[in-house]
């Protein structure tokens, strides 16, 4: 299927992000969270490098707790690709039993993802880093720069972004600082899902529906993925035809019951959406800023 | 509405479009508080383009942060930052969209406040129309106005004025008519080609996607159906090609790949093409693609060529048809908004992007600041934060450029502060001040290096600087002497002596000058290729001119030296009698009379000849340069 204008120009954008980011910087990496977003993404980085292999690794920050389906999907991807993939997880957090069970959502989230993400960028000497967020997801994501200026410590101060005039970046960084580039800054989830289809990209079988074991948790289905997750005495594990608009971890990522088993009818469904993707997200929950402060310490 | 208002709604409205007309890329601006993102809230709300648990969200945020006691506050759907909620203002500008069966919108929501005036630049660089809105009650106001010269200048064509809080005025036609006219006036001298106002209320939502039945007097579009259809496209597909490269892949000996995105008019395999900086010719030998090779592109795709023959281009190269080319120069007029806390420092070099490239650059001329509120211009030394002036621009090596009005990609550039890494200004290219030639490089076989080994020394500049009278032509001299009887090989270019032969065509204007000294840099270039040392004697008063030899010639080899003297001092040995011409008005343009002098920052040397001999200043920069190791190698 040949691209309407709009994914086409969507997709020069992003090519040409992807490629000022790799001029630019001496060590970029590219986040693979393993989701639609990212799936999207290093598509992009293979067609704007192609012949030649992307030049950057893969990062997966692993928090022990994603879906199994996402692990075995990522390292299939990694292989297809030829592609070098890092994957980290804060073994501090992993060796006190950090758990999306046992913490707050956002002391989990904190140790987990944030700070493990800081330890791959710091350990990685890398100065910049790709990430598949869009600006249409969140509130104080729609503020982001596609060029996102980082403290030596990784935080993000949204009160003095740089202005970012044109598509001119200024891409310059002082001693420790860091650069977070969003390539799919422009581009909203029905964009995402079209191009999925048109370019017939691979993407975790999750987003399709399917009977899957699942238990009915603070109003919405949690998938029981594996044998770590404890049953409160009430809870009984059923089976529904579910899928996910987003995949994050999977205690803290809640499916909607569905009949869409094949990208077209997702993409209809989604059409027809009265909530948002984020909906399935518990982590953004805990209060209406909660994006932006962990924005702030250094979260994608 | 009369000229120069081509306010063709209804026209736009009949011309159904074929085909779905392209994303339309839409920013709300004017003065804080005016309901810029009450608007795009409620265009949002009136739409159905919220969702259910945002629409939760914003209802007890609403309560929490709103305004307006129980009622919803859309402000709050693009407000998203922490402290925007707070202090109920936006800082920085929020990318919203959205789409209709008609067309898809991106929405940047600015901020009205001054401060981020440049938050409110950033939206206005990548839009193609711009909603200005103005509070009924308030009329225009200095920031209206600011936002309107901006959005002018960055080329924004298309003008919404949309007069708000209808509502508080009584939805009166005369109030909304008053606005209107005094737009006009603001308008005329702007480059906007057409503008449409329509009185809104972004609160209630009369005129906002359906007409108002407070305002039957109101007979047009409402605000959506015009942004729907309005028609924003420039003739762009006849545009000459500007493909700048951004990257080259070398992928293996065999595969040169130069990537880049098309910013205007279209390539084909065969096509004959230019690097417009090196003038060297090739063809298009292949597109590549990862799904085959293409035949053809157009702007906007972002492509990966290869050529038929081995040229050199590289990042910052601009790619071009023979038939139609860029400028090249290194000297070029254009308009920069100020954005850093630090002012303007004509002279001082910045870091200039422009079409991938980065380079040293400096102002060396404010030719006028622009008073936004009168569209008058003044006289200026500097800019400071939020200030517009149109510049002469040097920059360090010639550059490819259009004129922002051709081409807004590659017309544009940034100014970057090199200490604190900020963005200090966009810049917007009017024209070139000067051609650079088309002349590449020939290689040589036999290297500097090769040439300094014979002469036992490391070749260098040696840049005196000072006022007319401190004593630079004596000391070099000293030196020179010095430096042969140690069997340096050297050679001395002094200010007069030049001007009786190489720059005899030239004067002493501002201009002049640059160019005295720029040829004077590329003569001492080549001396320092031969592997010689060369003394150079010359006033050059300017910092970025200085700064431009030292570019040219390599930092490792060029070595200022600053012949401080008191002015008065040197005014008083006056050797040549020059002070006293000047001083009576015979001469102009004569440095520390009517020509300020600037010093050296951060010279390699600095010695003051009135405090000792020539003589002993000679013996230390001698020292100073075997202390480098610079001599008998
Ligand atoms: N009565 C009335 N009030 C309005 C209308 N539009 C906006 N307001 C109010 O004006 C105030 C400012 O609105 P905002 O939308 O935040 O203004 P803004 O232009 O976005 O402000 P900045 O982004 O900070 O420059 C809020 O209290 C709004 O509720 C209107 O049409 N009628
Ligand atoms: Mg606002």
Redesign the interface.
């Known amino acids: 299927m040949p691209l309407t204008p709009h994914l086409r120009r969507l997709e020069a954008e992003a090519v040409f992000i992807l490629r000022e980011a790799v001029a630019e910087f001496r060590r970029p990496v590219m986040l693979y969270s393993i989701g639609k977003d990212s799936s999207v993404m290093l598509h992009l980085a293979l067609k704007a490098f192609y012949p030649a292999k992307p030049p950057f690794p893969l990062l997966h920050v692993d928090t022990t707790w994603k879906f199994r389906e996402m692990i075995a999907f990522r390292d299939q991807t990694a292989a297809r690709v030829e592609m070098e993939l890092i994957v980290h997880t804060n073994e501090d957090g992993r060796k006190r039993g950090v758990s999306p069970f046992t913490c707050s959502s956002s002391a989990y989230t904190q140790a987990m993802k944030t700070e493990a993400l800081r330890q791959a960028l710091n350990e990685g000497g890398f100065d910049a880093a790709f990430g598949g967020a869009r600006r249409d997801e969140e509130k104080s994501r729609a503020k982001e720069r596609i060029f996102s200026h980082r403290t030596a410590s990784h935080g993000w101060d949204p009160k003095t972004q740089r202005p970012e005039l044109w598509r001119i970046f200024n891409t310059r960084l002082g001693a420790g600082e860091t650069m977070r580039i969003f390539p799919l800054s422009n581009w909203t989830e029905t964009d995402v899902w079209d191009y999925i289809a048109a370019e017939n990209i691979p993407v975790v079988p999750l987003y399709l529906a399917k009977e899957r074991p699942v238990v009915r948790r603070n109003g919405a289905y949690i998938m029981v993925d594996d044998e770590r997750f404890p049953l409160a005495p009430d809870e009984v594990v059923e089976s529904r035809r579910v899928r996910f608009r987003t995949l994050g971890c999977y205690p803290l990522t809640g499916a909607i019951e569905s009949e869409a088993d094949t990208l077209e009818a997702i993409i209809a469904e989604m059409r027809q959406a009265s909530t948002s993707e984020r909906q399935g997200r518990l982590i953004d929950f805990d209060e209406s800023a909660s994006m932006e402060r962990k924005k702030r310490e250094g979260y994608f | 509405m009369t000229a120069p208002f081509i306010a063709d709604a209804e026209t736009l409205a009949k011309a159904q479009p074929s085909r779905p007309r392209?994303?339309l890329r839409v920013l709300t601006c004017g003065s804080v508080d005016d309901g810029k993102s009450t608007l795009v809230g409620r265009l949002l709300y009136e739409r159905q383009l919220i969702?259910?648990?945002?629409l939760a969200?914003l209802r007890?945020?609403s309560l929490?942060h709103g305004t307006l006691g129980e009622e919803i506050d859309f402000a709050l759907?693009?407000d998203?930052?922490?402290?925007e909620?707070e202090q109920g203002i936006t800082?920085?500008?929020?990318?919203?969209?959205f789409?209709t069966p008609a067309r898809?919108f991106?929405l940047a929501d600015a901020p009205g406040h001054e401060q981020y005036t440049?938050?409110m630049?950033?939206g206005a660089?990548?839009a193609e129309l711009a909603i200005l809105l103005v509070d009924a009650r308030k009329g225009l106001l200095t920031q209206t106005r600011r936002h309107a010269t901006i959005a002018s200048l960055l080329g924004v064509r298309h003008i919404v004025l949309a007069v708000n809080k209808m509502d508080l005025v009584d939805y009166d036609e005369a109030v909304f008519e008053r606005i209107v006219g005094e737009f006009e006036s603001v308008a005329a001298s702007l480059a906007f080609r057409s503008v449409e106002a329509i009185p809104i209320s972004a609160r209630d939502g009369d005129n906002v996607v359906a007409d108002s039945a407070n305002m039957p007097w109101r007979d047009g579009p409402s605000l959506l159906t015009y942004l729907e259809n309005a028609d924003v496209e420039t003739d762009g597909g006849d545009a000459p090609l500007r493909l700048p490269v951004?990257?080259v892949?070398r992928?293996s000996d065999a595969?040169r790949?130069f990537?880049?995105?098309i910013a205007s008019g279209r390539l084909q395999v065969g096509d004959e093409i230019v690097a417009a900086a090196s003038g060297r010719k090739t063809t298009i030998a292949r597109i590549?693609?990862?799904g085959g090779d293409l035949f053809s592109a157009a702007a906007?795709?972002?492509v990966?060529v290869t050529f038929a023959d081995e040229i050199d281009a590289s990042?910052g190269d601009v790619l071009c048809h023979p038939t139609n080319r860029p400028n090249v120069a290194d000297q070029f007029a254009a308009h920069l908004i100020w954005?850093s806390d630090e002012s303007l420092l004509p002279g001082r070099s910045y870091?200039m992007?422009?079409n991938?490239r980065s380079l040293a650059a400096s102002v060396t001329d404010i030719k006028h600041k622009l008073d936004v509120d009168t569209g008058a211009k003044s006289a200026a030394k500097t800019l400071s934060l939020n200030e517009i002036g149109f510049c002469n621009v040097a920059t360090a090596a010639p550059v490819a450029f259009d004129s922002y009005d051709e081409n807004?990609?590659t017309g544009?550039?940034?100014l970057?502060d090199r200490f604190s890494?900020?963005?200090a200004a966009?810049g917007i290219i009017a024209f070139p001040l000067r051609r650079a030639t088309n002349i590449h490089l020939q290689e040589q076989s036999v290297s500097k290096a090769t040439r300094a080994r014979l002469k036992h020394q490391t070749p260098a500049v040696l840049w005196f600087t000072g006022l007319s009278g401190a004593g630079k032509s004596t000391i070099a001299n000293l030196v020179e002497s010095k430096l042969v009887e140690r069997h340096a090989h050297t050679l001395m270019l002094d200010g007069d002596n030049v001007r009786h032969g190489l720059n005899k065509d030239l004067g002493f204007t501002e201009a002049d000058r640059v160019e005295n000294i720029r040829r004077v840099g590329e003569v001492a270039k080549l001396m320092v290729d031969a592997g010689l040392i060369v003394l150079c004697a010359f006033i050059s008063p300017f910092r970025a001119e200085r700064r431009m030899v030292r570019t040219l010639v390599g930092e490792q080899e060029f070595i200022e030296i600053f012949i401080d003297a008191p002015l008065d001092v040197c005014k008083e040995r006056d050797p040549k009698g020059l002070y006293k011409r000047a001083l009576a008005g015979e001469i102009k343009n004569f440095t520390g009379v009517d020509q300020p002098y600037e010093a050296p920052e951060f010279p390699e040397l600095k010695v003051s000849s009135a405090e000792r001999s020539a003589e002993a200043i000679a013996d230390q920069i001698i020292a100073y340069l075997e202390a480098n190791g610079m001599l008998g190698v």
Do not use: C, H
């Open positions: 392209p994303t969702f259910d648990d945002q969200a007890s945020d929490r759907l693009v998203g930052l922490e402290a909620r800082i920085d500008v929020a990318y919203r969209y789409s898809s991106i440049r938050n630049a950033t660089s990548n951004q990257w892949n992928r595969f790949g990537a880049g995105a590549v693609a990862m906007p795709d972002s990966m990042r954005m870091l992007k422009i991938g807004r990609t544009a550039f940034i970057i890494n900020a963005t966009a």
